[in-house]
């Protein structure tokens, strides 16, 4: 009996051992508990300060007397949503599918070419002038063209939608292929790595956060450019609405397309950084830890 609990106290976890291994579990707890306040932080404070916003508007409005032709009280708003919630929704849907269309059109395109530019110096060096050219073109100005060549269908704020969006994916992606260090390289093809394998393994995901980065910036742009179609020339979407809210003096209505365009540009970036949560977790929780809060 003496030897077998001998060999049992032997085998078993030593003290020590069960100490290391509740410190560890408490660190994991704490690192947890702390990202998961993080989270919750991220999404109670602006919506804390949405209201406290909303409260002053509201309390400013009707202290002050303002007119609802110069600022109308978010209540006024909301019952103006409330009341043309069926205009709303239908421009809203014409414009969310310019937005999709020009911004996916822009993905299709700007990686792409920004391959293609990164592969070919030659190409390069004569594409990539006339892609910043293109740039300092004020959209505004060239879009009457394209209503003139296109119509008043949905084709011109698709294409000025994608002219504004593909610049920040192209390069973004170039500047994440270019981001690579150089002893990465040279230990690749120390161990025999070839320029197919070094893309998919190495630079390509190296790669990944300069292009979401771009794509965050470019689903921005792309509601400026799909309202900025529609102001030039279009009978549906939203910019259309606020050119006829406008018209009519009906502040209310302004308020509500810009917030239903604010929504639109708010669930696109979501989905865009959800998606990035899922293609790269490791380096969101890079990200996370090196956050001040976290450390």
């Given at each position: 009996m003496s030897r077998?609990?001998?060999i049992?106290s032997?085998?078993?976890?030593?003290?020590?051992d069960?100490?290391?291994?509740?410190?560890?579990?408490?660190?994991?707890?704490?690192?947890?508990?702390?990202?998961?306040?993080a989270?919750?932080?991220?999404?109670?404070?602006?919506?804390?300060?949405?209201?406290l916003?909303?409260?002053?508007?509201?309390?400013?409005?009707?202290?002050?007397?303002?007119?609802?032709?110069?600022?109308?009280?978010?209540?006024?708003i909301?019952t103006?949503?409330?009341?043309?919630?069926?205009?709303?929704?239908?421009?809203?849907?014409?414009?969310?599918t310019?937005?999709?269309?020009?911004?996916?059109?822009?993905?299709l395109?700007?990686?792409?070419?920004?391959?293609?530019?990164?592969?070919?110096?030659?190409?390069?060096r004569?594409?990539?002038?006339?892609?910043?050219?293109s740039?300092?073109?004020?959209?505004?100005?060239i879009a009457?063209?394209?209503?003139?060549?296109l119509?008043?269908?949905?084709?011109?704020?698709?294409?000025i939608?994608f002219l504004?969006?593909?610049?920040?994916?192209?390069?973004?992606?170039?500047?994440?292929?270019?981001?690579?260090?150089?002893?990465?390289?040279?230990?690749?093809?120390?161990?025999?790595?070839?320029?197919?394998?070094?893309?998919?393994?190495?630079?390509?995901?190296?790669?990944?956060?300069?292009?979401?980065?771009?794509?965050?910036?470019?689903?921005?742009l792309?509601?400026?450019g799909?309202?900025?179609?529609?102001?030039v020339?279009?009978?549906?979407?939203?910019?259309?609405?606020?050119?006829?809210?406008?018209g009519?003096?009906n502040?209310?209505?302004?308020f509500?397309?810009i917030?239903?365009?604010?929504?639109?540009?708010?669930?696109g970036?979501?989905?865009?950084?959800?998606?990035?949560?899922?293609?790269?977790?490791?380096?969101?929780?890079?990200?996370?830890?090196?956050?001040?809060?976290?450390?």
């Open positions: 077998r609990h001998t049992d032997t085998v078993g976890p030593q003290p020590n069960r100490g290391i291994e509740s410190v560890e579990e408490h660190v994991q707890a704490a690192v947890r508990g702390r990202a998961r306040s989270r919750v932080a991220s999404v109670v404070a602006p919506v804390v300060t949405f209201g916003i909303l409260v002053i508007w509201e309390v400013a409005v009707r202290a002050f007397d303002i007119s609802v032709l110069i600022l109308p009280a978010p209540t006024r909301a103006e949503m409330a009341g043309d919630i069926g205009i709303l929704a239908h421009h809203g849907l014409v414009t969310t310019e937005i999709l269309t020009g911004y996916l059109l822009s993905i395109v700007g990686i792409p070419l920004a391959l293609v530019l990164f592969f070919s110096p030659i190409l390069s004569a594409i990539f002038p006339l892609i910043v050219s740039q300092l073109i004020p959209k505004v100005a009457p063209l394209f209503v003139i060549w119509g008043f269908g949905p084709m011109p704020k698709v294409i939608t504004i969006s593909f610049f920040p994916i192209t390069i973004s992606t170039m500047v994440g292929l270019n981001s690579i260090q150089r002893e990465k390289v040279l230990l690749a093809r120390s161990m025999g790595m070839g320029a197919a394998g070094m893309f998919w393994r190495i630079r390509l995901p190296q790669a990944l956060p300069s292009v979401f980065a771009g794509l965050k910036i470019a689903v921005t792309a509601v400026i799909a309202v900025v179609g529609e102001f020339g279009s009978d549906s979407g939203l910019g259309y609405l606020l050119l006829v809210a406008d009519n003096f502040t209310p209505l302004l509500a397309s917030i239903v365009l604010t929504a639109i540009g708010v669930v970036y979501a989905a865009v950084v959800i998606l990035e949560r899922l293609t790269i977790p490791w380096y969101v929780l890079q990200t996370n830890a090196t956050r001040p809060e976290n450390q």
